[in-house]
């Protein structure tokens, strides 16, 4: 079974200034990873995954995240932040391998931005 | 392309009351998913559909919850009866199967149970 721990309920960083949201994830076997946003009154939206290949994923909005295999980590990071970044922003993990592999989703970090 | 369309929005109910909420998939994705997701928490899976077929349905509780995906499109999740824990959004989320590398989501039905 997968699990994914957000290690941070709450980030609150000035504009500008960057960011990182941290995503540790638990799994016996391969798994792609997610990272999902959700603005207030929303569904979620999804921000950038890592399938395989180059460890450093780049997504929509000027968001990176990197997979760290033997830290079992997949960090969100972008340099410099904009008020419009102000959301809840979720890891998820899912086996592509299992016939019945589901999304397991983290407990959420909001994001929120300084001006 | 049109997304996954979710109805109502909203919903208020008394406790014991039933309730049910309406999803539309992408046309063509073959996997739907029911997350409940309760204030201040990630989503939590409640049920996923293959086609018209329950793929997982675990963490379904089945004495006052029911799915159903007839035809292999829609999808209705109905309680009955609710309480009052039961207050969370329901999302609906489609993929065009299962283990697929994305599941779109859509807009999510706030339930407020009093």
């Known amino acids: 079974a997968q699990s994914v721990t957000q290690l941070d309920s709450q980030v609150p960083v000035f504009e500008e200034a960057p960011v990182e949201l941290r995503c540790n994830y638990s799994?016996?076997?391969?798994?792609?990873l997610f990272w999902y946003v959700q603005y207030p009154n929303q569904g979620l939206q999804l921000l950038l995954k890592?399938?395989?290949?180059?460890?450093l994923v780049k997504g929509i909005n000027g968001f990176e995240a990197e997979f760290n295999k033997s830290q079992t980590s997949f960090h969100l990071r972008k340099p410099s932040v904009h008020i419009s970044d102000t959301a809840e922003y979720f890891c998820?993990?899912?086996?592509?391998?299992?016939?019945?592999?589901?999304?397991?989703f983290g407990s959420g970090t909001r994001l929120s931005i300084r001006p | 392309e049109a997304g996954v369309a979710q109805s109502p929005r909203y919903k208020i109910i008394e406790k014991r009351q039933s309730v049910a909420f309406w999803c539309n998939p992408i046309?063509?994705?073959?996997?739907l998913y029911w997350y409940q997701q309760i204030l201040g928490q990630g989503p939590k899976l409640l049920i996923q559909?293959?086609?018209?077929?329950?793929?997982?349905d675990s963490q379904l509780p089945k004495d006052r919850f029911s799915a159903e995906r007839l035809k292999g499109v829609d999808s209705t999740l109905k309680i009955q009866p609710a309480k009052l824990e039961d207050s969370a959004v329901y999302l609906c989320?489609?993929?065009?199967?299962?283990?697929?590398?994305?599941?779109?989501f859509g807009q999510g039905t706030r339930l407020t149970v009093v």
């Open positions: 989320a489609s993929s065009s199967q299962t283990g697929a590398t994305e599941a779109f």
């Open positions: 799994s016996s076997v391969s798994v792609y």
């Open positions: 890592y399938l395989s290949g180059s460890t």
């Open positions: 998820a993990v899912i086996s592509p391998y299992s016939s019945a592999s589901k999304i397991i």
């Open positions: 046309s063509g994705h073959a996997t």
């Open positions: 559909f293959q086609n018209n077929g329950v793929v997982d």
